[in-house]
């Protein structure tokens, strides 16, 4: 079992920072890679960044502004968000999925999720 709880989504202005963060615990939590999600209303849950054996993968519409790493001593995945713009606005959920089944990055193919922590880009 693995329980993922994030936290450090916030109502930030155009051009602002944010880091979130996800904290891992449960009995399987050392057995499974991470990743960022966002879900826009009325839209469809995508894969914002994904932290797999220290290798990452970014979305197209992040990279050069976002950034995820791992602590494993905390069992914790962070995402720096800098540069942030209104079309980031979004519940972001971080994601688990056991290191046996593979790399993915498809929402669908994560059997772990977080509560979510929402966060809001306006001037």
């Known amino acids: 079992e693995v329980h993922l709880v994030e936290s450090g989504g916030d109502l930030v202005q155009p051009g602002g920072s944010l880091r979130l963060s996800c904290a891992a615990s449960?009995?399987?939590?050392?057995?499974?890679?991470m990743g960022w999600f966002r879900q826009a209303p009325g839209k469809e849950r995508e894969d914002v960044a994904i932290f797999y054996y220290g290798s990452t993968h970014y979305a197209e519409a992040v990279k050069g502004r976002f950034t995820v790493s791992r602590d494993d001593a905390k069992n914790t995945l962070y995402l720096q968000m800098n540069s942030l713009k209104p079309e980031d606005t979004a519940m972001y959920y971080c994601?688990?999925?056991?290191?046996?089944?593979?790399?993915?990055?498809?929402?669908?193919?994560?059997?772990?999720w977080g509560q979510g922590t929402q966060v809001t880009v306006s001037s």
């Open positions: 449960g009995s399987a939590s050392s057995n499974v890679f």
């Open positions: 994601g688990a999925r056991d290191y046996g089944l593979g790399f993915s990055i498809s929402p669908a193919n994560f059997a772990y």
